[in-house]
């Protein structure tokens, strides 16, 4: 079972989230629900739960405000949002699960059973987070891999490539290979210049040294690889490239 708190400053979305894990969540056991920064810092002391679903804004202080104070966190969060934009960025960035308002079912159940997955928390993943927000906008993409996270700077990222499911993520004579399908990172990484060239391929404009057209279109990275460019995806492949 999964000992879950829920931290929400409104009242009713807290009784339509209970509702939505009762109904449609028997491995998530209710211990707590709280309103504010100060009352879940209180709560924390004397309980602990597995997961907290956590209020992104709230009148006296974010969710992010708990994270400063909390400490060493010793559970797993669940953000849940209503549009914050650049809430969703620092949280995407920072590969935590994360629910829009209001909340869909599906969705609720597949972060729940993500939790479930993965025992214990990534400290490193919170100190991320608290960065990206600290530093005005993304240094670290957290990239969930087999046994844990590995935090890489955008600009460090040479290429990424689609494995099915997966996607194999380059830096310099490295190369990690992500849980998350190339489309999501693509979602992520759009304003941080890279370029889905097919599908197969998300290329950092910043890392490209050569176009070459033999036998199709491809370019040359900086680490020597070769990606493909689609037919239909060279013409806006060459208006952006002449921006870098």
């Known amino acids: ?25 028997p491995t998530v056991n209710i211990i707590g629900e709280t309103s504010s920064v100060e009352e879940s810092l209180e709560f924390l002391k004397t309980h602990k739960p597995n997961v907290v679903f956590l209020d992104v804004e709230m009148p ?17 969060i669940i953000f849940v949002t209503a549009h914050s934009h650049y809430a969703i960025k620092a949280i995407k960035f920072s590969a935590f699960d994360y629910l ?23 400290q490193e993943q919170y100190t991320s987070l608290l960065e990206n927000l600290n530093n005005g906008g993304p240094q670290k993409l957290a990239v969930p891999v087999k046994d844990g996270f590995v935090f890489l700077a ?35 990484l759009h304003d941080q210049n890279f370029f889905r060239s097919h599908n197969s391929h998300l290329i950092n404009l910043k ?27 060279k013409e806006e492949f060459l208006e952006l490239i002449t921006k870098h």
């Open 1 to 25: 079972m999964l000992n879950v708190l829920i931290v929400d400053d409104e009242k009713a979305n807290r009784n339509t989230l209970k509702k939505l894990l009762n109904e449609y969540c």
């Open 60 to 76: 006296n202080g974010t969710g992010f405000d708990l994270i400063r104070r909390a400490g060493k966190i010793d559970f797993k």
């Open 100 to 122: 829009l308002k209001p909340v869909d079912t599906d969705e609720l159940i597949a972060a729940v059973k993500n939790a479930s997955a993965v025992e214990g928390s990534n």
């Open 154 to 188: 955008p600009e460090d990222i040479i290429r990424l490539q689609a494995d099915g499911t997966y996607t194999h993520i380059f830096i310099s004579n490295e190369k990690y290979t992500g849980t998350k399908n190339i489309k999501e990172y693509e979602q992520i």
């Open 207 to 233: 890392h490209v040294k050569r176009f070459s057209r033999l036998d199709g279109y491809f370019v040359h990275m900086s680490d020597g690889s070769v990606a493909e460019i689609s037919r239909r995806k």
